[in-house]
């Protein structure tokens, strides 16, 4: 390499070094600076802070609804998923087979019992029952005829006049024919009844189904004409966890009715009332851990229906003396429930509470947390934190409306901040 070329790698090197260490001199005062930029930026985010604080306890109360702590008597229910059950189901088949001649219901129709529901040609069992009854009174005839000998015969036996074993032979007559009026009575009887089933009856007080067969077919035995369900009262059977059971059994000790209340599956709307619990089942049901549990409505209104899917309010016990909020005061938080409790000095705090039952479609039962008569609030939750200054409102109560002083002021306070600013 030439001379030329060493001398120019070394005053390049020199320069390089040269920026080097005038940067790293001139490093700690950037730094320096730059501490002093990040001191002033926390003394303005603490000014922004002390400007927060003076202004939210300058602020305007929140309107707010509060609603005082009561104590009432509640009842303690058990809810479980039930379905409605007809008190009888039956399937109508004929007794006897035969044309079908008439059929005296509608579909859907309610029917009382003994209500004749259809009528099978009769001739046939007519002619059977007529001549069973011809049979019985010829028969009968005959035993008339074997009683009068048998009777004439006894007067001249004494005398000689007649054998000893004539008098057998009436008397045998007479049995016999007895025997034989006695089966055609039954005949009779079974005609009579063979006759009756041509006409179909109701069992019981129910509402019919949908048909199966029109006039005019030929029916058997073995043809379902009808179904029908008794649905006035009606049964419920519904379904409980399996920790429930004590509480249950032990609520029924001594003979207790428990209420039963059916409710619409959709949106809990009650449908039913005046239901009792009948019977508890004998097992649990180890793949569901539930067991099976059947009420009884009087179902007077018809609102439960065979079939239909519900759910069920059992009524076990009523606690005396339960602290009741309304359920919009009740919030959740990532610690649990709360409310939002008024204090003496208007403010509010955030109280932790323990909901223990529902009481109703709109109310809590509360059983830690508040006390009688202690004030929670129920609207305007949203725009509170801990300490917030409140406008306390009854339910349905609105906030007055601004006077025209408030409202100059509010605007003199707005301009002389904006000029500020």
């Known amino acids: 390499m030439s001379r030329f070329w060493k001398i120019t790698l070394i005053v390049i090197a020199v320069i390089v070094v040269a920026l080097v260490g005038f940067r790293l001199l001139h490093k700690p005062a950037e730094t320096a600076g730059g501490h002093h930029r990040r001191g002033a930026g926390a003394d303005s985010s603490a000014a922004a802070k002390g400007q927060d604080a003076q202004g939210d306890k300058d602020a305007a109360p929140v309107p707010v609804t509060v609603q005082p702590v009561v104590s009432q008597s509640v009842p303690i229910y058990l809810t479980g998923l039930g379905t409605v059950q007809a008190l009888n189901t039956v399937t109508i088949n004929p007794q006897v087979g035969g044309e079908m001649m008439t059929l005296n219901f509608t579909e859907g129709q309610s029917v009382k019992k003994g209500d004749v529901l259809a009528q099978i040609d009769p001739r046939t069992y007519q002619a059977n029952y007529d001549q069973a009854l011809a049979k019985q009174k010829q028969d009968e005839a005959l035993l008339g005829t074997a009683q009068s000998t048998l009777k004439r015969n006894q007067a001249l036996v004494a005398q000689g006049y007649v054998a000893a074993l004539d008098m057998d032979t009436y008397r045998n007559t007479v049995a016999s024919d007895t025997a034989t009026v006695a089966s055609d ?29 029109d006039p005019g077919n030929v029916v058997t035995t073995t043809t379902a004409i009808v179904t029908l369900t008794q649905i006035h009262p009606i049964y419920v059977i519904f379904y409980l966890p399996e920790q429930n059971l004590e509480t249950v059994r032990n609520a029924i000790k001594g003979g207790a009715q428990l209420e039963v209340v059916a409710l619409d599956k959709t949106d809990a709307h009650p449908l039913a009332s005046g239901g009792v619990l009948q019977v508890i089942d004998n097992q649990i049901n180890t793949t569901t851990g539930t067991f099976k549990l059947r009420a009884q409505f009087p179902n007077l209104d018809s609102n439960l229906w065979p079939g239909q899917f519900i759910n069920t309010q059992l009524k076990v016990s009523t606690t005396a003396g339960g602290l009741v909020i309304p359920a919009q005061a009740v919030q959740r938080g990532p610690d649990g429930d709360y409310v939002y409790q008024l204090q003496d000095d208007k403010t509010v705090k955030m109280q932790p509470v323990t909901v223990a039952n529902e009481v109703g479609a709109s109310n809590v039962m509360i059983s830690k947390g508040l006390a009688v008569g202690d004030q929670v609030v129920t ?43």
């Open 185 to 213: 009575a039954a005949s009779v009887k079974s005609a009579k009844v063979q006759l009756d089933y041509t006409k179909i009856i109701s069992p019981c007080d129910c509402v019919t189904g949908i048909r199966s067969v």
């Open 379 to 421: 609207e305007g939750q949203f725009r509170l934190k801990p300490g917030s200054k409140v406008q306390a409102l009854k339910p349905g109560e609105v906030p007055p409306a601004p006077s025209d002083a408030e409202l100059k002021a509010k605007q003199k306070s707005g301009g002389g901040r904006r000029g500020g600013g």
